[in-house]
């Protein structure tokens, strides 16, 4: 039983998520098909990899997974498969795949389809996810691609008492996704006491939650997540909207001497 997932910058009142998967169940009528998101503002690269970086570990070996989020022309960035920790990936070679995993890809190839019109996704993804499921080899969907384009994933700046990062994610709670993992906040704080400094210094937290709860409700609260990152919330309320953040908001860490 074959697994595909989709992610991709349309949304649910367009045609074009049923029709890609119309035209995969009519070669292969018991494919599982998973929607990772139809919400990822257009052209949007980075927000697609992140949600494909945090859900793909989830899924069994072979899942093939397709990308339908695009930020030029073909001719620049061409179609591709690539394997990724036993997983493939059909989409843009546009830089996505360095963004979703730290490994480089075992395989990569061009895919081989002829290709005309506006909707590629179906003409050429569908068949190519229809031909990866016959075959469960990617070099059977074209030629060898040597060198994938690669984006970098924005990094926290930081110096011994300062850690500088920015908002990458907001979910459906509204709650903001930091850039700050974990361990960098705890190999540059030292167990030191620290502001959390939010819109220019408007906002300061001086404290890390274990759970939402633990703050008064409709009050700022920061945690580290299930995925080890930063969160900005609010207890019972709605952080992004009340605090004006956005994507790429600056958040600031500061650690003050002595304990």
Known sequence: MAIVTLTSDWNNDDYYAAS??????????????????????AFNISLAAFQLRNAVPNFPAGTIHLIAVNNASEERFPFVAV???????????????????????????LLKYDYAGTFPELSVFAQAAGDLIDSGKINSLGTKHE??????AMLPAIDESVITGSII?????????????????ERIGKGRPFELLIQSNHYRINRINNWYSETTSGEILALFNSLGLLEIAINGGNAADLLNLSLNSSVRIKFKEGR
């Open 20 to 41: 890609v998967q119309g035209k995969i169940l009519s070669r292969h009528p018991g494919t599982v098909f998973v929607l990772v998101t139809n919400k990822i503002p």
């Open 83 to 109: 394997k990724i920790n036993n997983q493939f990936f059909i989409g843009y070679d546009n830089g996505i795949f360095g963004l979703i995993a730290d490994e480089e890809p075992r395989e990569a190839v």
């Open 147 to 152: 060198k994938l384009y690669r984006q970098i």
């Open 169 to 185: 994610y907001i979910d459906s709670y509204r709650n903001a996704f930091t850039n700050i993992n974990q361990e960098l906040f």
